[in-house]
């Protein structure tokens, strides 16, 4: 059964960093995708970034420039999937609970990858805080 564990998050000025992991567990697929959400008190759920096989990324232009999304490409083979995103120049905007989800679709294929919806395998959460 997959499990999909986040860590990473924190309290952080204006300004500063932090680099967000997932691993997935019993996650080994030719064809997968891995997306980042965050959903802020009171607001929907939005997507940040995407990544997947074919070596697929994808950043939503709010974050585009500051946030970066990778893999651990030394899990291939071995059961589990690690993402990371380092998030740098964050702004209280950014303040929120950061999710990570998982599909064995490509990221290309079915319904947009940024929709909740399409995924069923989901982390707990890590919650970022950034002061102004």
Request: with cysteine; glycine share 10%; proline share 4%.
């Amino acid at each position: 059964q997959v499990r999909v564990v986040e860590s990473g998050g924190g309290s952080v000025q204006s300004g500063g960093s932090l680099r967000l992991s997932c691993v997935a567990s019993a996650f080994d697929f030719p064809k997968y995708c891995m997306v980042w959400f965050r959903q802020a008190p009171g607001k929907e759920r939005e997507a940040v970034a995407a990544i997947g096989n074919e070596d697929y990324t994808r950043v939503v232009p709010k974050v585009n420039g500051r946030f970066t999304i990778s893999q651990d490409n030394a899990d291939q083979g071995n059961a589990k999937a690690t993402m990371y995103l380092q998030m740098n120049s964050l702004q209280p905007e950014d303040t929120a609970m950061y999710y990570c989800a998982a599909d064995t679709k490509a990221c290309y294929s079915g319904f947009f990858w940024g929709l909740p919806s399409r995924y069923s395998m989901w982390g707990q959460g890590t919650q970022v805080t950034v002061s102004s």
